[in-house]
């Protein structure tokens, strides 16, 4: 008989024994059973009926009438993904579930039977070369070091460490009860003493459980062994002026703010404007951080031919690199893109300078195929002028990445400077509403997002731009150029108009002018109520009343008076009414309750020596004027504020809000400002609370004392 007649068998070799008077002469076999053969089988095997186990024997030395039976696996047990051009792999980390039949016979007959059943996996021991110059610290700043204190061999799994990610759940099943305890074994999150299931056990005072504290283990003030209070840093870290180290850890899903890889290893980068209005060429994008920025340079040879990177792939997050999707135009108007400097304008004389024209800039635009930048001639063909990025995201991966590049031919005659515009923004598909548009929020608007305005088109909405002034270069508003509104920011920007005596020629005609071009930075009808309003529900909307004023209709001091108008429509203020409407999940949600356009008017006088703009004749020099816009957003409490009493008012001892002690919070709980319950329901769980402090302080010790003595006082 075999010794044991049956076993699992989880490694390459089975070592068993074979007992009995005629162990040397029986006759061994090994072979396969499939899930339809019955168990005991009764037919002796003739041959060996599987390739991958050699089966041998030996007779001890000792007893001849033990026969020393030994089964060995005849492959390896490696990954086909570690290797390069193998076939005798595993194609999955469980790599042999079989059982096996080994038949011992003597004259025919079968006198033992042995049942084993193989369940391998993938060898885990590091067979590769150690090189500790290999070894990649990741930085502290975006992964944890040591989040699995048990985990110590890298690609395999470590038995009894439930916390290793290259163990599969089948493999933790097998030692799923003999897990390392403790720290070790990736419980980081140990109780603390304050906890009330902690004290219980430690027998606590009986009044210690109106003051311990009933929180999850996640909650923990342990920060784990390898957790270091002082700024960790890390020696390989990237600067802006250095080159992309090949040394950067891949991300597995991307969170927001952390850096986005192209490539393999390499940060993306996009030029990027820095607070000294340094233009950083090699700046990187984080993820789910939107930026509309502009590089203004001197015009270089060397900025034509810079190609910054363009086409490179984009790791998704999940480990995939997620091509890019390019198109490329060509812009025909090179104004908002090409300043000549100083010495080059001053050759031309100056002329009165007003808004610039409303063309389509579309019309300027075409598609072009893809072509490197390089100087001909004195001409920069397919200079890169601006670049548009587009990613669209689900939860931590990105899925897509579309860019937007703009090309044009521009001549190196005279000195100009170079102004490039590059953009990023994030879009989330899944709740996106409006097609190629970015959502504010979701539902309330967040601070630093653009504004949503549309225009009434039928029964929908369709988007428009709600802007204000961006000046560059000589702040005329002839080259000046728009940004978007962004929610929560007040902003004030304007532009210069120059203009002269002929200008003031017809004051209507002026204010017309004016009036008009500022409310082009405002087309829109409607704004969103929410950061991401439905474009077909009009109720999440809300209108944007224009109030264009009222003109005096008496204006014989301008017929009288030459280069004078009253009445300018020089400065558009734009209103928005907020309020915090809710939180989801501790974080305010905002909306806009209503929104108002509307004009301040000055008086703009020509000038002239003495006074008397009669002096300045018909050739008169260009005078400056400004034009502006400014945006405020006013929040509106939720709830009307209670009127102060004379006590609030005279004591502001217990104001919280004027004082690092707020004594009023000692009974928080019990008080209108605690939402977590109803009134009525903490008040009553208050008075219990109290009722059962009294019991206790009654009943304790204490109390018990201080009775006695006082009964044997009263007694004597």
Not at 76 to 92: G, K, Y
Request: charged share 15%.
């Amino acid at each position: 008989m075999f010794q044991p007649s049956f076993l699992i068998a989880s490694g390459p070799e089975v070592n068993v024994y074979l007992v009995g008077e005629a162990s040397s002469a029986v006759t061994l076999s090994v072979g396969t059973v499939s899930a339809t053969d019955d168990l005991p089988q009764s037919g002796c095997l003739t041959k060996n009926t599987t390739d991958q186990w050699v089966l041998t024997s030996s007779i001890d030395e000792i007893d001849h009438s033990i026969l020393n039976v030994l089964l060995t696996l005849d492959r390896r047990l490696v990954l086909c993904q570690d290797l390069a051009n193998e076939t005798d792999c595993c194609l999955e980390p469980l790599c042999i579930i079989e059982t096996l039949r080994v038949t011992a016979c003597l004259n025919y007959e079968v006198v033992a039977t042995l049942i084993v059943q193989v369940i391998i996996y993938t060898n885990s021991t590091f067979s590769g070369i150690v090189n500790e110059n290999k070894m990649l610290i990741p930085n502290q700043k975006y992964n944890p070091l040591g989040p699995c204190p048990c985990d110590l061999t890298a690609r395999a799994c470590d038995v009894r460490c439930s916390c290793d990610e290259e163990c599969t759940p089948n493999m933790i099943q097998m030692f799923q009860s003999h897990c390392f305890p403790g720290v070790f074994g990736g419980n980081v999150s140990q109780p603390f003493d304050q906890l009330c299931s902690v004290q219980s056990v430690n027998n606590a005072p009986d009044w210690f459980p109106f003051l311990c504290v009933q929180s999850s283990l996640d909650n923990a003030p342990y920060l784990g062994l390898f957790y270091n209070g002082s700024t960790v840093s890390d020696s390989q870290d990237l600067s802006f002026g250095t080159g992309m180290s090949a040394a950067i850890n891949v991300p597995v899903g991307y969170r927001q703010g952390d850096p986005i890889i192209q490539n393999e290893d390499e940060l993306f980068t996009i030029p990027q404007r820095s607070l000294t209005g340094q233009c950083l060429r090699n700046a990187p994008v984080a993820y789910l951080e939107d930026f509309d920025t502009c590089c203004v340079t001197p015009l270089t040879a060397l900025a034509c031919t810079d190609s910054y990177g363009i086409g490179e792939p984009i790791q998704n997050g999940q480990g995939t690199l997620v091509p890019t999707s390019i198109t490329y135009q060509n812009a025909t108007d090179l104004s908002n893109f090409i300043t000549a400097t100083s010495s080059a304008s001053e050759s031309s004389p100056e002329r009165p300078s007003l808004f610039p024209e409303q063309h389509n800039v579309k019309a300027s635009l075409e598609l072009v195929d893809k072509s490197d930048p390089k100087l001909v001639a004195g001409i920069c063909e397919n200079m890169i002028l601006g670049a548009k990025y587009v990613f669209f995201w689900k939860g931590t991966t990105i899925f897509n990445v579309t860019l937007l590049v703009t090309v044009g031919n521009v001549p190196f005659d005279s000195p100009a400077t170079l102004t490039q515009r590059f953009s990023v923004t994030f879009i989330n598909t899944i709740n996106n509403r409006l097609p190629n548009v970015a959502l504010s929020g979701n539902p309330g608007y967040q601070i630093g997002k653009p504004v949503l305005a549309a225009f009434e088109n039928g029964t929908t909405l369709q988007k428009a731009p709600l802007s204000i002034w961006r000046p560059v270069g000589n702040g005329l508003c002839s080259s000046a150029q728009t940004r978007s509104v962004l929610f929560g920011e007040d902003s004030i920007s304007g532009c210069l108009l120059r203009l002269n005596i002929d200008s003031f020629a017809n004051c209507s005609n002026l204010r017309s002018i004016v009036q008009e071009n500022i409310l082009n930075l405002v087309p829109a009808n409607y704004v969103a109520r929410r950061g991401n309003s439905k474009p077909t529900d009009l109720s999440e909307w809300v209108p944007l009343f224009k109030d264009k004023g009222t003109l005096p209709i008496n204006f014989s001091t301008e017929e009288n008076l030459r280069g004078f108008c009253l009445d300018i429509p020089a400065n558009l203020n734009i209103w928005f009414f907020t309020a915090v409407v809710g939180a989801i999940e501790g974080v305010p949600q905002r909306e806009i309750l209503g929104a108002e356009v509307k004009f301040s008017r000055v008086t703009w006088r020509i000038q002239c020596g003495g006074g008397n703009a009669a002096a300045c004749g018909t050739n008169s020099l260009l005078q400056s004027f400004s034009v502006s816009t400014s945006v405020q957003f006013i929040q509106i409490p939720a709830q009307p504020e209670p009127m102060q009493t004379s006590f609030q008012i005279n004591y502001v001892e217990y104001d919280c809000s004027r004082n690092e002690v707020c004594w009023p919070d000692l009974a928080y709980p019990l008080t209108r400002r605690y939402t977590g319950e109803p009134h009525s329901q903490s008040i009553a769980q208050g008075m219990l609370l109290l009722f059962f402090f009294l019991v206790a302080a009654v009943l304790g010790g204490p109390w018990s004392k201080i009775r006695k003595a006082w009964n044997e006082t009263t007694f004597y």
